[in-house]
Nanobody, 128 residues
């Protein structure tokens, strides 16, 4: 069983930055691909970024490409999402998710239904 806990959300002005973190309790963290998704009020959950189990491959939604960076530290069972140049439309609850993969893998996944484990979410609010 994998438990995920997000942190780092908050209120920030447009143009500002936030760094989200997700801590995993599982002993097989380095065998999971990780993803970040978000859900704004009244909207469906959408893909933000993903990183392979090895950390060697990443993929981003077009809406955040060049502004957000996903990274992971397999020695600390954590994944991060550095968010720069934030916009009001980035306001949402951000969720960390884990997908069973292989050790040292370079596959990534962008559809939420492919992920088996989810955190409780952290609120990000960007004011204009």
């Amino acid at each position: 069983q994998v438990q995920l806990v997000e942190s780092g959300g908050g209120l920030v002005q447009a143009g500002g930055s936030l760094r989200l973190s997700c801590a995993s309790s599982g002993r097989t963290f380095s065998a999971h691909a990780m993803g970040w998704f978000r859900q704004a009020p009244g909207k469906e959950r959408e893909f933000v970024a993903t990183i392979s189990s090895s950390g060697g491959r990443t993929y981003y939604a077009d809406s955040v490409k060049g502004r957000f960076t996903i990274s992971r530290d397999n020695s600390k069972n954590t994944v991060h999402l550095q968010m720069n140049s934030l916009k009001p439309e980035d306001t949402a609850v951000y969720y960390c998710a884990a997908k069973e993969s292989t050790y040292g893998g370079n596959l990534v996944w962008t559809r939420d239904r492919e992920y088996q484990y989810w955190g409780q979410g952290t609120q990000v609010t960007v004011s204009s």
